[in-house]
């Protein structure tokens, strides 16, 4: 009994102690929660200082860009930084082959060469409240789903009808363990957010598809944008008169550098996480959803490289599709083979036995929750055949852009229909300006063979009772596949962009009969139909009694785990993660260092490569070792960085902290098998990477001859 208690104790202690790093922690909470790890860690900052409401505090710092990415405030002027890839569609959308700043960068010289960028906004968070007493007053066990969310919804309404808001403030409530807890974000957001600097993609994007998710990495992935506000200093939409924002707080900038083993802090809004799975959704979830997923943008990704190697003006409209595509296939290769090498799904079937264990003796609570995991395994398994078809559409729908903007096009019908005709004229205009920014960047001869790629697999891969029959019916009347494709794309207004345009501006309603009787879109909704009545439904139906498991799941994982302070799984709300600055040891048993230099980038140099190429400046000033300020002790320019903080999509962009809350790292990116973090984080081998501060800086200075914006800003350990 002594050894069985010492051997509990010891996994207990070494679970606790893998612990530090991991986590998406509320900043609100780091006081209570973590505050005390975090300076054990090496922190000398406060958790007033990272969050507070009386006074100006890191978090004021901190903005969600775009409502996708991250970004930090660095300087009194309303300076943002964020990633390339972050603002890679606003950097597109300027570009031309006359101005190709994908290509070539940018540069304002002074705030009057800043560029608007129309929809783009940043969003601060005033103020974070636990509103869970009040959102879920009325709430029983003995409810239906449907009830209950009803009751949420209406206590969730009045809440928010509480709150005086300004313009442009909003009050955000999110739920937090699975809707065991609910807290209130009260924001405000700015409308006027100008273009002010970017590196060439040969520096922003350097390794591309090759490098993404990979170390050592030597990627100068930032950019820089600015906020304008009103002439009184409150969010505006843009107007030529408009003035830079005057911050609450703005981030300070260290060129001290870091030592592995220094303490590190990510500041962001991540995404999405599932932290909190059963092991047989885990495993159904890499071994078997992933691997379609993979395949079918390996088609994809196929048919759109060839084209973007063979045509410049291809490589520019379809860079930012490329790179969206081929981020979230890489991190799923990169999921499924880091939950396999480190057995994540044996581990998680531990942790749910040791669940189990802790309801042992105690009948009520065996009672409430002793069925739980039986019963989300078995719907698990039943849903899987849906599940595995709703990837196959899935992809389609999100691959072929014909499918895309079918699916579109089906909203404004469906919304003319509600609304009447004089409702979508009004609306005209803003689907005017959508389309033709579609367009703009759309080539139906690539398209057409992504389809034809990609709609192969619905007839062969797919069980034929998941299928339309609608489009089994038109294989069959076209003869060939091959006919069935053409036929789609050659006789649709849809890959037609200027007559579809010319028909929308000269008569809205003649433009929706014709859509309606469009060839292509015909195919699309009756496919997507099918599929949303055949697979999509039952899906959801499951979903319905899978999330009311999960939810009682969580609530008895809090229950009998109180010494783990388990973290919310992500959901784009503002997280703190912590860590180390660290390198690693890989699954071949490779040691990786945590630094990379900038003589890794000219090593990697391929002249005249779309991944590779280094541009002739840079290599000037790597040649001439002119690095100024920026350099290291002896001498070496570095770039990138490593550290064992907790991070997913939406962190891109997010600014990695020292222990003294000053900015030293641009995060962007994760390892390879780092991207299993999603479920199961591991603090072994899960490691994100950050473009060193100084590499930045230098960027700016000594290659874009921007030295001005670095003067805006607070340096400090010179």
């Not at 409502?67 to 300027?94: P, R």
């Not at 807290?183 to 273009?195: C, E, G, N, P, S």
């Not at 396999?340 to 609570?365: C, H, I, M, W, Y």
């Not at 496919?527 to 949303?532: A, I, R, S, V």
């Amino acid at each position: 009994m002594l050894h069985r208690l010492l051997l509990f104790s010891l996994v207990l202690l070494t679970t606790l102690t893998l612990r530090a790093g991991g986590g998406m922690w509320l900043p609100l909470l780091l006081e209570n929660l973590n505050e005390e790890e975090m300076r054990a860690m090496g922190m000398e900052i406060t958790a007033e200082d990272i969050y507070s409401i009386n006074r100006g505090s890191l978090k004021d710092a901190i903005v969600h860009f775009g409502g996708f990415c991250t970004g930090e405030v660095i300087s009194d002027q309303g300076l943002v930084l964020t990633n390339h890839h972050c603002g890679f569609g606003a950097i597109q959308e300027h570009s031309s082959l006359d101005h190709n700043y994908l290509e070539d960068g940018f540069w304002a010289m002074n705030q009057a060469e800043e560029l608007p960028n129309k929809g783009l906004f940043v969003t601060f968070i005033d103020r974070i409240e636990d509103v869970t007493d009040r959102v879920l007053a009325g709430v029983t066990t003995e409810m239906s789903e449907k009830d209950r969310a009803r009751v949420v919804q209406a206590n969730t309404a009045e809440l928010k009808s509480g709150y005086a808001l300004g313009d442009f403030e909003e009050v955000l409530v999110k739920p937090f363990y699975e809707g065991n807890r609910y807290y209130a974000f009260v924001t405000k957001t700015y409308q006027d957010i100008r273009l002010v600097g970017a590196p060439p993609s040969s520096i922003g994007k350097f390794g591309a598809d090759t490098d993404n998710w990979e170390w050592p990495r030597h990627t100068g992935d930032f950019s820089l944008f600015r906020i304008y506000t009103a002439p009184d200093g409150s969010p505006a939409e843009y107007a030529a008169e408009n003035v830079p924002l005057r911050p609450r707080q703005h981030l300070e900038i260290s060129l001290a550098g870091t030592e592995p083993g220094d303490f590190s802090m990510v500041f962001g809004f991540p995404g999405t996480t599932d932290s909190y799975l059963p092991a047989t959704a885990m495993q159904q979830r890499t071994e078997v959803i992933n691997p379609i997923r993979i395949g079918m943008r390996d088609r994809s990704l196929a048919v759109i490289d060839s084209a973007m190697r063979a045509n410049p003006q291809i490589k520019i409209d379809y860079a930012s599709k490329q790179a969206r595509i081929a981020n979230a296939w890489k991190k799923w290769r990169g999921e499924s083979q880091g939950v396999a090498a480190v057995n994540a799904v044996a581990e998680r079937r531990a942790f749910e036995r040791e669940f189990t264990q802790r309801l042992d003796g105690k009948p009520s609570a065996r009672e409430a929750y002793g069925d739980l995991l039986p019963e989300l395994n078995a719907l698990y398994q039943e849903r899987e055949p849906l599940e595995i078809t709703r990837a196959y559409v899935g992809e389609i729908n999100y691959n072929v852009d014909l499918f895309r903007i079918a699916n579109q096009l089906a909203g404004e019908i469906r919304r003319a229909e509600s609304n009447g005709m004089e409702a979508f004229r009004e609306r005209v205009p803003r689907l005017l300006e959508y389309l033709e920014g579609f367009y703009r960047g759309y080539s139906a001869a690539v398209d057409r063979e992504v389809a034809r790629s990609l709609l192969r697999a619905y007839y062969n891969e797919v069980p034929a009772d998941h299928r339309s029959s609608f489009a089994t019916d038109q294989l069959a009347f076209a003869k060939s596949y091959d006919a069935l494709i053409d036929d789609l794309f050659d006789h649709s207004y849809l890959t037609r962009g200027d007559r579809l345009l010319e028909l929308l501006r000269n008569d809205p309603a003649a433009f929706l009969e014709n859509v309606e009787g469009d060839r292509a879109y015909q195919f699309v909704r009756q496919l997507n139909g099918y599929n949303e009545r055949h697979i999509v439904d039952p899906y959801n139906a499951y979903a319905e009694r899978i999330n009311a498991l999960q939810r009682r799941y969580m609530e008895g994982l809090l229950r009998f785990f109180p010494e783990r302070n388990l973290y919310p799984d992500a959901n784009s709300t503002l997280r703190v993660s912590y860590g180390q600055f660290e390198g690693f040891t890989g699954l071949d048993g490779d040691q990786y260092d945590y630094q990379t230099y900038l003589d890794g980038v000219i090593a990697k140099y391929q002249p005249g490569d779309y991944e590779f190429d280094v541009p002739l400046k840079l290599r000037e000033l790597h040649q001439a070792k002119d690095y100024g300020q920026y350099a290291t002790e002896d001498g070496r320019m570095p770039v990138c960085v490593l550290g064992s903080n907790h991070t997913t999509g939406g962190n891109s962009g997010s600014p990695a902290l020292n222990g003294k809350g000053q900015l030293v790292g641009l995060n962007f990116d994760r390892t390879w098998q780092s991207t299993m973090s999603d479920v199961h984080y591991d603090p072994s081998i899960c490691r994100n990477i950050m473009v060193d501060i100084r590499y930045v800086l230098f960027l700016i200075d000594k290659f874009g001859g921007a030295p001005h914006l670095v003067e805006e800003m607070t340096i400090v350990g010179r």
